[in-house]
Nanobody, 122 residues
Framework: QLQASGGGLVQPGGSLRLSCAAS????????IGWFRQAPGKEREGVVC????????YYEDSVKGRFAISRDNAKNTVYLQMNNLQFEDTAVYYC?????????????????WGQGTLVTVSS
């Protein structure tokens, strides 16, 4: 199971930290990805972190603003989002990959959390 939390309403330029709490599998063995889906748009990969060496991969629009990390002792992945912009508004989902390797392709992920809404508005 994956449980995403931490979404909310924030002004442009603000910050939020999302959490993805996992259970039911060997957490450190799998990549975890964050995806988002804005109204009327397709779901897109935002960032992922591998299961072994914690390698990361960011979508270009969030590089330098978002930071992913994982705490294997707590079975949790965090997404620190800074300098949020209007276009970051979306439902954010965390997902577990099929392997430890990181990917932003949604078809690489079989298990998904329920999503948490991030709204950037003034």
């Amino acid at each position: 199971q994956l449980q995403a939390s931490g979404g909310g309403l924030v002004q442009p330029g603000g910050s939020l930290r999302l959490s993805c709490a996992a259970s039911g599998f060997t957490f450190e063995s799998y990549a975890i990805g964050w995806f988002r889906q804005a109204p009327g748009k397709e779901r897109e990969g935002v960032v992922c972190i591998s299961g072994s060496f914690a390698s990361t991969y960011y979508e270009d629009s969030v590089k330098g603003r978002f930071a992913i990390s994982r705490d294997n002792a707590k079975n949790t992945v965090y997404l620190q989002m800074n300098n949020l912009q209007f276009e970051d508004t979306a439902v954010y989902y965390c997902a577990r990959g099929g392997t430890r390797y990181c990917s932003l392709r949604s078809d690489s992920y079989a298990y998904w959390g329920q999503g948490t809404l991030v709204t950037v508005s003034s």
